[in-house]
Protein backbone atom coordinates (compact mmCIF):
# COMPACT_ATOMS: atom_id res chain seq x y z
CA UNK A 1 0.00 0.00 0.00
CA UNK A 2 1.37 3.54 -0.38
CA UNK A 3 1.59 5.29 2.48
CA UNK A 4 0.86 8.57 3.40
CA UNK A 5 3.39 10.10 2.94
CA UNK A 6 4.09 8.75 -1.12
CA UNK A 7 0.71 9.98 -1.63
CA UNK A 8 1.93 13.30 -0.36
CA UNK A 9 4.64 13.06 -2.89
CA UNK A 10 2.98 11.79 -5.57
CA UNK A 11 0.00 14.74 -4.86
CA UNK A 12 2.84 17.68 -5.20
CA UNK A 13 3.60 16.49 -8.84
CA UNK A 14 -0.04 17.98 -9.42
CA UNK A 15 -1.14 21.75 -9.92
CA UNK A 16 -4.12 22.55 -8.47
CA UNK A 17 -5.71 22.16 -11.91
CA UNK A 18 -5.38 18.57 -11.84
CA UNK A 19 -6.11 17.73 -8.43
CA UNK A 20 -9.80 17.53 -7.05
CA UNK A 21 -11.61 20.18 -5.07
CA UNK A 22 -14.43 19.50 -2.64
CA UNK A 23 -17.04 21.90 -2.71
CA UNK A 24 -19.88 20.28 -0.76
CA UNK A 25 -20.57 21.02 2.90
CA UNK A 26 -19.63 18.75 5.19
CA UNK A 27 -21.84 18.82 8.31
CA UNK A 28 -20.96 16.38 10.72
CA UNK A 29 -17.57 14.78 12.28
CA UNK A 30 -18.72 11.64 10.52
CA UNK A 31 -18.82 13.01 6.95
CA UNK A 32 -15.77 14.40 7.75
CA UNK A 33 -14.08 11.27 8.39
CA UNK A 34 -15.75 9.92 4.80
CA UNK A 35 -13.73 12.66 3.15
CA UNK A 36 -10.49 12.28 5.01
CA UNK A 37 -7.00 13.63 3.11
CA UNK A 38 -6.02 9.72 2.45
CA UNK A 39 -9.50 9.26 0.82
CA UNK A 40 -8.98 12.18 -1.28
CA UNK A 41 -5.36 11.32 -2.54
CA UNK A 42 -6.97 7.94 -3.58
CA UNK A 43 -10.00 9.45 -5.43
CA UNK A 44 -7.55 11.95 -7.09
CA UNK A 45 -5.89 9.29 -8.28
CA UNK A 46 -8.48 7.55 -9.65
CA UNK A 47 -10.57 10.60 -11.42
CA UNK A 48 -7.06 11.67 -12.79
CA UNK A 49 -5.87 8.31 -14.41
CA UNK A 50 -9.48 7.10 -15.57
CA UNK A 51 -11.46 10.48 -16.41
CA UNK A 52 -10.69 10.30 -20.01
CA UNK A 53 -10.84 6.66 -20.61
CA UNK A 54 -14.06 7.24 -19.16
CA UNK A 55 -15.24 9.85 -21.22
CA UNK A 56 -14.26 7.58 -24.36
CA UNK A 57 -15.92 5.10 -23.56
CA UNK A 58 -18.98 6.98 -23.41
CA UNK A 59 -18.78 8.65 -26.67
CA UNK A 60 -18.21 5.03 -28.08
CA UNK A 61 -21.91 4.63 -26.30
CA UNK A 62 -23.26 7.73 -28.19
CA UNK A 63 -22.10 6.60 -31.34
CA UNK A 64 -23.48 3.03 -31.37
CA UNK A 65 -26.69 5.14 -30.15
CA UNK A 66 -26.54 7.03 -32.94
CA UNK A 67 -26.47 3.93 -35.63
CA UNK A 68 -29.33 2.56 -33.73
CA UNK A 69 -31.05 5.46 -33.77
CA UNK A 70 -29.95 5.73 -37.65
CA UNK A 71 -31.96 2.52 -38.63
CA UNK A 72 -29.09 -0.03 -37.79
CA UNK A 73 -29.90 -3.09 -34.75
CA UNK A 74 -28.15 -4.22 -32.27
CA UNK A 75 -26.36 -7.58 -32.90
CA UNK A 76 -23.25 -9.55 -31.42
CA UNK A 77 -20.28 -8.26 -32.36
CA UNK A 78 -18.46 -9.66 -35.39
CA UNK A 79 -15.12 -8.46 -34.29
CA UNK A 80 -15.22 -10.54 -30.46
CA UNK A 81 -16.07 -13.76 -32.59
CA UNK A 82 -13.04 -15.08 -31.22
CA UNK A 83 -13.60 -14.78 -27.82
CA UNK A 84 -16.90 -16.50 -27.68
CA UNK A 85 -15.79 -19.60 -30.02
CA UNK A 86 -13.01 -19.83 -27.49
CA UNK A 87 -15.04 -22.71 -24.77
CA UNK A 88 -11.97 -22.50 -22.69
CA UNK A 89 -11.75 -19.75 -20.73
CA UNK A 90 -13.57 -19.31 -17.46
CA UNK A 91 -13.84 -16.56 -14.74
CA UNK A 92 -12.00 -16.67 -11.44
CA UNK A 93 -13.40 -19.32 -8.97
CA UNK A 94 -16.59 -17.43 -7.10
CA UNK A 95 -15.28 -16.96 -3.10
CA UNK A 96 -17.31 -19.00 -0.80
CA UNK A 97 -19.52 -16.18 1.12
CA UNK A 98 -20.48 -15.27 -2.85
CA UNK A 99 -22.14 -18.66 -3.77
CA UNK A 100 -24.68 -19.17 -2.54
CA UNK A 101 -27.41 -15.77 -3.60
CA UNK A 102 -30.62 -17.53 -3.64
CA UNK A 103 -32.25 -14.14 -2.45
CA UNK A 104 -31.06 -10.71 -2.63
CA UNK A 105 -32.65 -7.64 -1.13
CA UNK A 106 -32.03 -4.38 -2.58
CA UNK A 107 -32.46 -0.71 -1.20
CA UNK A 108 -31.02 2.89 -0.98
CA UNK A 109 -28.33 4.16 1.28
CA UNK A 110 -30.73 5.30 4.24
CA UNK A 111 -29.82 4.19 7.59
CA UNK A 112 -32.86 2.40 8.60
CA UNK A 113 -33.59 0.87 5.59
CA UNK A 114 -29.94 -0.36 5.66
CA UNK A 115 -30.27 -2.39 9.07
CA UNK A 116 -33.45 -3.49 7.65
CA UNK A 117 -32.30 -5.09 5.01
CA UNK A 118 -29.46 -6.67 6.60
CA UNK A 119 -31.77 -7.82 8.80
CA UNK A 120 -34.20 -9.33 6.80
CA UNK A 121 -33.18 -12.65 6.12
CA UNK A 122 -31.77 -12.46 2.66
CA UNK A 123 -28.54 -14.28 1.86
CA UNK A 124 -27.12 -10.64 -0.06
CA UNK A 125 -28.24 -6.66 0.21
CA UNK A 126 -27.49 -4.71 -2.64
CA UNK A 127 -26.79 -1.41 -1.53
CA UNK A 128 -27.66 1.42 -3.86
CA UNK A 129 -25.86 4.85 -4.88
CA UNK A 130 -28.26 4.77 -8.05
CA UNK A 131 -31.63 4.21 -8.84
CA UNK A 132 -32.87 3.49 -5.59
CA UNK A 133 -31.26 6.74 -4.42
CA UNK A 134 -31.51 10.45 -5.05
CA UNK A 135 -27.79 11.30 -5.48
CA UNK A 136 -28.27 14.74 -3.15
CA UNK A 137 -24.69 15.43 -1.18
CA UNK A 138 -25.77 14.37 1.90
CA UNK A 139 -27.39 11.23 0.85
CA UNK A 140 -24.52 10.15 -0.68
CA UNK A 141 -21.89 10.87 2.21
CA UNK A 142 -24.39 9.78 5.02
CA UNK A 143 -24.70 6.41 2.84
CA UNK A 144 -20.87 6.08 2.94
CA UNK A 145 -21.14 6.58 6.72
CA UNK A 146 -23.83 4.14 6.90
CA UNK A 147 -22.00 1.57 4.89
CA UNK A 148 -18.76 1.86 7.17
CA UNK A 149 -20.59 1.26 10.02
CA UNK A 150 -22.90 -1.39 8.60
CA UNK A 151 -19.61 -3.61 7.57
CA UNK A 152 -18.06 -2.84 11.09
CA UNK A 153 -20.58 -3.99 12.85
CA UNK A 154 -21.53 -0.74 14.56
CA UNK A 155 -24.58 0.17 12.64
CA UNK A 156 -27.85 1.21 14.44
CA UNK A 157 -30.41 3.77 14.55
CA UNK A 158 -33.28 5.32 16.97
CA UNK A 159 -36.47 6.11 15.17
CA UNK A 160 -37.85 8.76 17.46
CA UNK A 161 -41.44 8.50 15.65
CA UNK A 162 -42.15 5.70 16.50
CA UNK A 163 -39.99 5.20 19.11
CA UNK A 164 -38.05 2.35 18.34
CA UNK A 165 -34.79 1.36 18.11
CA UNK A 166 -32.71 -0.60 15.35
CA UNK A 167 -29.84 -2.51 15.54
CA UNK A 168 -27.61 -5.28 13.39
CA UNK A 169 -28.64 -8.91 13.54
CA UNK A 170 -25.82 -11.50 14.54
CA UNK A 171 -25.59 -13.00 11.42
CA UNK A 172 -26.89 -10.54 8.70
CA UNK A 173 -27.09 -10.51 5.08
CA UNK A 174 -23.40 -9.69 2.62
CA UNK A 175 -23.41 -6.37 1.08
CA UNK A 176 -22.93 -5.45 -2.23
CA UNK A 177 -22.44 -1.96 -2.49
CA UNK A 178 -23.56 -0.33 -6.33
CA UNK A 179 -22.21 2.87 -7.28
CA UNK A 180 -23.95 5.05 -9.59
CA UNK A 181 -23.81 4.59 -13.81
CA UNK A 182 -20.87 5.51 -15.65
CA UNK A 183 -23.06 8.75 -17.34
CA UNK A 184 -24.10 10.54 -13.89
CA UNK A 185 -22.00 13.31 -12.40
CA UNK A 186 -20.99 14.35 -8.49
CA UNK A 187 -20.99 17.99 -8.68
CA UNK A 188 -20.08 18.66 -5.45
CA UNK A 189 -16.58 17.45 -6.29
CA UNK A 190 -14.57 18.95 -8.95
CA UNK A 191 -11.65 17.86 -11.33
CA UNK A 192 -10.43 20.80 -13.42
CA UNK A 193 -13.75 22.84 -12.41
CA UNK A 194 -15.76 20.17 -13.61
CA UNK A 195 -17.73 17.42 -11.79
CA UNK A 196 -16.56 13.94 -11.10
CA UNK A 197 -18.02 10.77 -12.12
CA UNK A 198 -20.19 9.82 -9.55
CA UNK A 199 -19.47 6.20 -9.60
CA UNK A 200 -15.75 7.18 -9.22
CA UNK A 201 -16.41 8.83 -5.71
CA UNK A 202 -18.92 5.69 -4.92
CA UNK A 203 -16.65 3.30 -5.10
CA UNK A 204 -13.34 4.94 -3.93
CA UNK A 205 -14.42 6.07 -0.77
CA UNK A 206 -16.53 2.59 -0.04
CA UNK A 207 -13.42 0.63 -1.20
CA UNK A 208 -11.19 3.01 1.10
CA UNK A 209 -13.21 2.85 3.77
CA UNK A 210 -13.78 -0.99 4.11
CA UNK A 211 -11.26 -2.78 2.44
CA UNK A 212 -9.42 -3.45 5.66
CA UNK A 213 -12.72 -3.90 7.72
CA UNK A 214 -13.84 -6.55 5.16
CA UNK A 215 -10.49 -8.31 4.66
CA UNK A 216 -10.40 -8.89 8.65
CA UNK A 217 -13.18 -10.89 8.24
CA UNK A 218 -11.83 -12.76 5.02
CA UNK A 219 -13.67 -11.15 3.25
CA UNK A 220 -13.12 -8.62 -0.11
CA UNK A 221 -14.92 -5.58 -1.50
CA UNK A 222 -18.37 -6.55 -3.57
CA UNK A 223 -19.89 -4.71 -6.03
CA UNK A 224 -22.63 -4.24 -8.19
CA UNK A 225 -22.08 -2.52 -11.50
CA UNK A 226 -24.45 -0.91 -12.92
CA UNK A 227 -25.95 -0.14 -16.83
CA UNK A 228 -22.72 -0.89 -18.80
CA UNK A 229 -23.25 -1.28 -22.38
CA UNK A 230 -20.12 -2.48 -24.28
CA UNK A 231 -16.98 -4.95 -23.76
CA UNK A 232 -14.99 -1.31 -23.71
CA UNK A 233 -16.87 -0.19 -20.62
CA UNK A 234 -16.62 -3.22 -18.72
CA UNK A 235 -12.86 -3.04 -19.46
CA UNK A 236 -12.78 0.55 -17.70
CA UNK A 237 -14.15 -0.60 -14.79
CA UNK A 238 -11.91 -3.71 -14.78
CA UNK A 239 -9.00 -1.54 -15.22
CA UNK A 240 -10.17 0.36 -12.13
CA UNK A 241 -10.30 -2.55 -9.74
CA UNK A 242 -6.99 -3.55 -10.86
CA UNK A 243 -4.80 -0.26 -10.18
CA UNK A 244 -6.42 -0.13 -6.91
CA UNK A 245 -5.46 -3.69 -6.03
CA UNK A 246 -2.20 -2.25 -6.81
CA UNK A 247 -2.48 1.10 -5.22
CA UNK A 248 -3.35 -0.39 -1.46
CA UNK A 249 -1.03 -3.45 -2.47
CA UNK A 250 -3.68 -6.28 -2.09
CA UNK A 251 -4.34 -9.38 -4.48
CA UNK A 252 -5.76 -9.28 -7.18
CA UNK A 253 -9.27 -10.31 -7.39
CA UNK A 254 -10.39 -8.81 -3.61
CA UNK A 255 -12.84 -6.96 -5.74
CA UNK A 256 -15.16 -9.06 -6.98
CA UNK A 257 -18.03 -7.73 -9.11
CA UNK A 258 -21.88 -8.33 -10.04
CA UNK A 259 -23.09 -7.15 -13.31
CA UNK A 260 -26.14 -6.15 -14.12
CA UNK A 261 -27.02 -6.76 -17.73
CA UNK A 262 -30.06 -3.89 -17.86
CA UNK A 263 -29.60 -2.48 -21.24
CA UNK A 264 -30.05 -3.67 -24.40
CA UNK A 265 -26.62 -3.31 -26.47
CA UNK A 266 -25.01 -5.60 -23.10
CA UNK A 267 -27.28 -8.90 -23.92
CA UNK A 268 -25.23 -9.04 -27.02
CA UNK A 269 -21.80 -8.29 -25.38
CA UNK A 270 -22.33 -10.81 -21.80
CA UNK A 271 -19.58 -13.14 -22.80
CA UNK A 272 -17.11 -10.44 -23.82
CA UNK A 273 -17.60 -8.44 -20.63
CA UNK A 274 -17.41 -11.77 -18.77
CA UNK A 275 -13.97 -11.87 -20.56
CA UNK A 276 -12.70 -8.55 -19.94
CA UNK A 277 -13.78 -8.58 -16.22
CA UNK A 278 -12.84 -12.01 -15.69
CA UNK A 279 -10.43 -11.79 -12.89
CA UNK A 280 -13.07 -9.68 -10.89
CA UNK A 281 -16.73 -11.12 -11.89
CA UNK A 282 -18.75 -13.21 -10.32
CA UNK A 283 -22.49 -13.04 -11.75
CA UNK A 284 -24.37 -10.96 -13.67
CA UNK A 285 -28.03 -10.16 -13.37
CA UNK A 286 -31.33 -9.30 -14.99
CA UNK A 287 -31.95 -5.81 -14.27
CA UNK A 288 -35.18 -6.39 -15.64
CA UNK A 289 -37.03 -2.53 -15.51
CA UNK A 290 -33.70 -0.91 -16.61
CA UNK A 291 -33.50 -3.40 -19.50
CA UNK A 292 -36.80 -2.75 -21.11
CA UNK A 293 -36.29 1.18 -20.79
CA UNK A 294 -33.20 0.52 -22.26
CA UNK A 295 -34.63 -1.65 -25.09
CA UNK A 296 -37.26 1.51 -25.82
CA UNK A 297 -34.58 3.84 -25.36
CA UNK A 298 -32.14 2.04 -28.03
CA UNK A 299 -34.55 1.17 -30.45
CA UNK A 300 -36.77 4.86 -29.72
CA UNK A 301 -36.62 5.60 -33.78
CA UNK A 302 -37.83 2.52 -34.98
CA UNK A 303 -41.79 2.21 -35.32
CA UNK A 304 -41.93 -1.16 -35.55
CA UNK A 305 -40.27 -2.09 -32.22
CA UNK A 306 -42.74 0.03 -30.27
CA UNK A 307 -43.81 -1.67 -26.91
CA UNK A 308 -47.26 -1.78 -25.26
CA UNK A 309 -48.11 -0.37 -21.85
CA UNK A 310 -45.64 -0.80 -19.21
CA UNK A 311 -47.74 -2.46 -17.13
CA UNK A 312 -48.54 -5.43 -19.83
CA UNK A 313 -44.63 -6.14 -20.24
CA UNK A 314 -43.70 -9.20 -18.01
CA UNK A 315 -40.82 -11.26 -17.97
CA UNK A 316 -43.36 -13.85 -19.55
CA UNK A 317 -43.17 -12.11 -22.68
CA UNK A 318 -40.69 -14.15 -24.99
CA UNK A 319 -38.20 -10.74 -25.84
CA UNK A 320 -38.09 -11.21 -21.64
CA UNK A 321 -37.82 -14.96 -21.59
CA UNK A 322 -35.30 -15.09 -24.09
CA UNK A 323 -32.86 -12.35 -22.28
CA UNK A 324 -33.29 -14.53 -19.24
CA UNK A 325 -32.29 -17.81 -20.97
CA UNK A 326 -29.46 -16.26 -22.48
CA UNK A 327 -28.06 -14.57 -19.40
CA UNK A 328 -28.25 -18.16 -17.38
CA UNK A 329 -26.69 -20.12 -20.61
CA UNK A 330 -24.27 -17.50 -21.00
CA UNK A 331 -23.12 -17.13 -16.87
CA UNK A 332 -22.98 -20.81 -16.18
CA UNK A 333 -20.76 -21.30 -19.35
CA UNK A 334 -17.88 -19.69 -18.33
CA UNK A 335 -18.35 -20.57 -14.65
CA UNK A 336 -20.17 -17.05 -12.77
CA UNK A 337 -23.61 -17.16 -11.49
CA UNK A 338 -26.91 -16.07 -13.06
CA UNK A 339 -29.29 -13.48 -10.99
CA UNK A 340 -32.62 -13.16 -11.12
CA UNK A 341 -33.95 -9.91 -11.38
CA UNK A 342 -36.58 -7.77 -8.96
CA UNK A 343 -39.66 -8.16 -8.17
CA UNK A 344 -41.53 -4.76 -7.51
CA UNK A 345 -44.37 -5.61 -5.55
CA UNK A 346 -44.33 -4.78 -2.26
CA UNK A 347 -46.86 -5.60 0.76
CA UNK A 348 -50.24 -4.69 0.72
CA UNK A 349 -52.53 -4.60 4.00
CA UNK A 350 -55.89 -5.84 2.40
CA UNK A 351 -55.94 -9.76 1.93
CA UNK A 352 -57.43 -10.03 -1.14
CA UNK A 353 -54.70 -7.95 -3.01
CA UNK A 354 -52.04 -9.27 -0.62
CA UNK A 355 -52.54 -12.74 -1.94
CA UNK A 356 -52.56 -11.30 -5.44
CA UNK A 357 -48.83 -9.58 -4.52
CA UNK A 358 -48.00 -13.18 -3.60
CA UNK A 359 -48.87 -15.11 -6.38
CA UNK A 360 -47.54 -12.65 -9.01
CA UNK A 361 -44.21 -13.34 -7.02
CA UNK A 362 -43.97 -16.91 -6.76
CA UNK A 363 -45.05 -17.07 -10.63
CA UNK A 364 -41.98 -14.64 -11.11
CA UNK A 365 -39.90 -16.49 -9.02
CA UNK A 366 -40.82 -20.12 -9.91
CA UNK A 367 -39.90 -19.03 -13.53
CA UNK A 368 -36.75 -17.46 -12.82
CA UNK A 369 -35.86 -20.46 -10.86
CA UNK A 370 -37.05 -22.95 -13.73
CA UNK A 371 -35.05 -21.04 -16.17
CA UNK A 372 -32.12 -22.01 -14.17
CA UNK A 373 -31.00 -18.77 -12.35
CA UNK A 374 -28.77 -19.04 -9.05
CA UNK A 375 -31.14 -16.47 -7.32
CA UNK A 376 -33.21 -13.48 -7.12
CA UNK A 377 -34.18 -10.18 -6.02
CA UNK A 378 -37.05 -8.87 -3.72
CA UNK A 379 -37.89 -5.20 -2.75
CA UNK A 380 -39.22 -5.76 0.57
CA UNK A 381 -38.38 -7.75 3.45
CA UNK A 382 -41.67 -9.18 3.74
CA UNK A 383 -41.06 -11.13 0.41
CA UNK A 384 -37.62 -12.58 1.39
CA UNK A 385 -39.45 -15.91 2.74
CA UNK A 386 -41.64 -15.79 -0.01
CA UNK A 387 -38.91 -16.75 -2.91
CA UNK A 388 -37.08 -17.82 -0.64
CA UNK A 389 -39.11 -21.02 0.13
CA UNK A 390 -39.03 -21.30 -4.08
CA UNK A 391 -35.38 -21.21 -4.67
CA UNK A 392 -34.93 -23.71 -1.43
CA UNK A 393 -36.87 -26.39 -2.86
CA UNK A 394 -35.48 -25.76 -6.58
CA UNK A 395 -32.27 -25.98 -5.49
CA UNK A 396 -32.46 -28.40 -2.97
CA UNK A 397 -29.16 -29.00 -0.96
CA UNK A 398 -27.18 -27.23 -3.68
CA UNK A 399 -26.19 -23.56 -3.02
CA UNK A 400 -26.72 -22.32 -7.29
CA UNK A 401 -27.43 -23.60 -10.25
CA UNK A 402 -24.26 -23.38 -11.98
CA UNK A 403 -24.79 -26.96 -13.16
CA UNK A 404 -28.10 -26.02 -14.74
CA UNK A 405 -28.15 -27.76 -18.17
CA UNK A 406 -29.42 -25.12 -20.53
CA UNK A 407 -28.92 -27.19 -23.72
CA UNK A 408 -32.97 -26.96 -23.97
CA UNK A 409 -32.78 -23.38 -25.15
CA UNK A 410 -30.92 -23.82 -28.09
CA UNK A 411 -29.42 -21.07 -29.74
CA UNK A 412 -31.20 -17.65 -28.55
CA UNK A 413 -31.01 -15.10 -31.39
CA UNK A 414 -30.94 -11.37 -32.24
CA UNK A 415 -34.42 -11.86 -33.71
CA UNK A 416 -36.13 -13.33 -30.65
CA UNK A 417 -34.11 -10.17 -28.44
CA UNK A 418 -34.95 -7.56 -30.77
CA UNK A 419 -39.01 -9.10 -31.14
CA UNK A 420 -41.47 -6.64 -29.67
CA UNK A 421 -44.48 -7.94 -27.61
CA UNK A 422 -48.02 -7.28 -27.96
CA UNK A 423 -49.92 -5.79 -25.56
CA UNK A 424 -52.66 -3.00 -24.41
CA UNK A 425 -52.44 0.79 -25.41
CA UNK A 426 -55.07 2.44 -23.83
CA UNK A 427 -55.50 5.81 -22.14
CA UNK A 428 -55.82 4.61 -18.55
CA UNK A 429 -52.11 2.86 -18.94
CA UNK A 430 -51.01 6.10 -20.32
CA UNK A 431 -52.51 8.34 -17.70
CA UNK A 432 -51.26 5.63 -15.16
CA UNK A 433 -47.80 6.08 -16.83
CA UNK A 434 -47.83 10.01 -16.41
CA UNK A 435 -49.07 9.86 -12.71
CA UNK A 436 -46.07 6.99 -11.75
CA UNK A 437 -43.44 9.39 -13.14
CA UNK A 438 -44.68 12.93 -11.99
CA UNK A 439 -44.93 11.07 -8.00
CA UNK A 440 -41.13 9.79 -8.33
CA UNK A 441 -39.78 12.64 -10.31
CA UNK A 442 -40.91 14.90 -7.33
CA UNK A 443 -39.55 12.43 -4.90
CA UNK A 444 -36.26 12.55 -6.45
CA UNK A 445 -35.75 15.99 -7.11
CA UNK A 446 -36.73 16.26 -3.28
CA UNK A 447 -34.24 13.71 -2.29
CA UNK A 448 -36.03 10.79 -2.08
CA UNK A 449 -35.25 7.54 -4.66
CA UNK A 450 -37.34 5.00 -3.41
CA UNK A 451 -40.88 5.36 -3.32
CA UNK A 452 -43.79 2.64 -3.43
CA UNK A 453 -46.21 3.87 -5.43
CA UNK A 454 -49.75 1.66 -6.25
CA UNK A 455 -48.36 -1.27 -4.55
CA UNK A 456 -44.72 -1.22 -6.28
CA UNK A 457 -41.73 -0.14 -5.34
CA UNK A 458 -40.85 2.49 -7.90
CA UNK A 459 -37.13 3.81 -8.35
CA UNK A 460 -35.46 5.62 -11.30
CA UNK A 461 -35.75 2.28 -13.47
CA UNK A 462 -39.17 2.25 -13.08
CA UNK A 463 -39.84 5.94 -13.60
CA UNK A 464 -37.75 5.60 -16.99
CA UNK A 465 -40.03 3.27 -18.49
CA UNK A 466 -42.82 5.52 -18.14
CA UNK A 467 -41.60 8.68 -19.59
CA UNK A 468 -39.96 6.76 -22.32
CA UNK A 469 -42.72 5.16 -23.55
CA UNK A 470 -44.82 8.23 -23.67
CA UNK A 471 -41.94 10.05 -25.96
CA UNK A 472 -41.90 7.21 -27.99
CA UNK A 473 -46.01 6.81 -28.60
CA UNK A 474 -45.58 10.92 -28.93
CA UNK A 475 -42.90 11.19 -31.74
CA UNK A 476 -44.52 7.72 -33.85
CA UNK A 477 -47.92 8.85 -32.95
CA UNK A 478 -49.19 5.73 -31.57
CA UNK A 479 -52.95 4.83 -31.86
CA UNK A 480 -54.31 3.47 -28.76
CA UNK A 481 -56.92 0.65 -28.77
CA UNK A 482 -60.15 3.26 -28.75
CA UNK A 483 -58.52 4.86 -32.38
CA UNK A 484 -57.16 7.87 -30.18
CA UNK A 485 -53.85 8.94 -31.68
CA UNK A 486 -50.83 10.09 -28.81
CA UNK A 487 -50.28 13.76 -29.65
CA UNK A 488 -48.12 16.19 -28.03
CA UNK A 489 -51.77 18.26 -27.31
CA UNK A 490 -53.70 15.09 -25.97
CA UNK A 491 -50.50 13.79 -23.67
CA UNK A 492 -50.76 17.67 -22.24
CA UNK A 493 -54.07 17.63 -21.52
CA UNK A 494 -53.67 14.14 -20.15
CA UNK A 495 -50.77 15.95 -18.17
CA UNK A 496 -52.79 18.85 -16.58
CA UNK A 497 -55.81 16.36 -15.67
CA UNK A 498 -53.15 13.63 -13.86
CA UNK A 499 -51.34 16.59 -11.96
CA UNK A 500 -55.00 17.66 -10.59
CA UNK A 501 -55.94 14.10 -10.00
CA UNK A 502 -52.29 13.85 -7.71
CA UNK A 503 -53.54 17.42 -5.83
CA UNK A 504 -56.53 15.48 -4.97
CA UNK A 505 -54.65 12.53 -3.69
CA UNK A 506 -52.05 14.17 -1.58
CA UNK A 507 -54.07 17.10 -0.22
CA UNK A 508 -53.99 20.96 -0.87
CA UNK A 509 -51.24 21.04 1.85
CA UNK A 510 -48.96 18.60 0.99
CA UNK A 511 -49.32 19.47 -2.78
CA UNK A 512 -48.20 23.18 -1.85
CA UNK A 513 -45.26 22.61 -0.17
CA UNK A 514 -44.71 19.92 -2.63
CA UNK A 515 -42.68 20.60 -6.32
CA UNK A 516 -45.42 18.54 -8.45
CA UNK A 517 -45.73 21.73 -10.33
CA UNK A 518 -42.11 22.15 -11.34
CA UNK A 519 -41.67 18.20 -12.00
CA UNK A 520 -44.92 18.77 -14.56
CA UNK A 521 -43.03 21.35 -16.63
CA UNK A 522 -39.88 18.95 -16.74
CA UNK A 523 -41.84 15.75 -18.03
CA UNK A 524 -43.22 18.13 -20.34
CA UNK A 525 -40.05 18.76 -22.01
CA UNK A 526 -38.77 15.56 -21.30
CA UNK A 527 -41.93 14.12 -22.99
CA UNK A 528 -41.99 16.15 -26.12
CA UNK A 529 -38.76 17.54 -26.85
CA UNK A 530 -36.95 16.12 -30.21
CA UNK A 531 -34.30 15.12 -28.98
CA UNK A 532 -34.31 12.13 -26.37
CA UNK A 533 -32.82 12.95 -22.73
CA UNK A 534 -30.63 9.77 -22.27
CA UNK A 535 -31.47 9.40 -18.60
CA UNK A 536 -34.20 11.45 -17.19
CA UNK A 537 -31.81 11.58 -14.00
CA UNK A 538 -29.41 13.73 -16.26
CA UNK A 539 -31.50 17.04 -16.40
CA UNK A 540 -32.86 16.30 -13.08
CA UNK A 541 -29.94 16.48 -10.81
CA UNK A 542 -29.59 20.05 -11.00
CA UNK A 543 -32.85 20.55 -9.64
CA UNK A 544 -32.05 18.09 -6.19
CA UNK A 545 -33.12 19.99 -2.97
Not at 462 to 487: F, N, P, Y
Request: charged fraction near 25%.
Amino acid sequence: MHSTEDRKTDMQTNTDMHSINVVGELKTEQQKQIISQDALDFLNALVTKFSGPLQQALDLRHQRQAEFDAGELPNFRADTQAIRDDKSWKVAAIPTVLQDRRVEITGPVDRKMVINALNSGAKVFMCCFEDASSPTWENMIDGQVNLKDANAGVISYFDEKKGKQYDLVASPAQLLARPRGLHLPEKHIQYQGQPIAGCLMDFALYFFHNYQTRAAKGEGVYFYIPKLESMEEAQWWDDVFRFTEEYFDVKIGSIRATVLVETLPAVFQMEEILYAMRDHIVAMNCGRWDYIFSYIKTLKNHKDRILPDRHSVGMDKPFLNAYSQLLVKTCHARGALAMGGMSAFIPNSDPDVMQQVLTKVEEDKNRESNNGHDGTWVAHPKLVNVAMDIFNKKLGGNVNQVDFDSSYVGEITAQQLLEPCQGPRNEEGLRKNIRIALYYIESWISGVGCVPIYGLMEDAATAEISRASIWQWIKHGVQLDDGQVVTEAYFRTLLAEELNTIKQEVGEQRYAQGRFEETAKMFDTLSTQDDFAEFLTLPSYPLLC
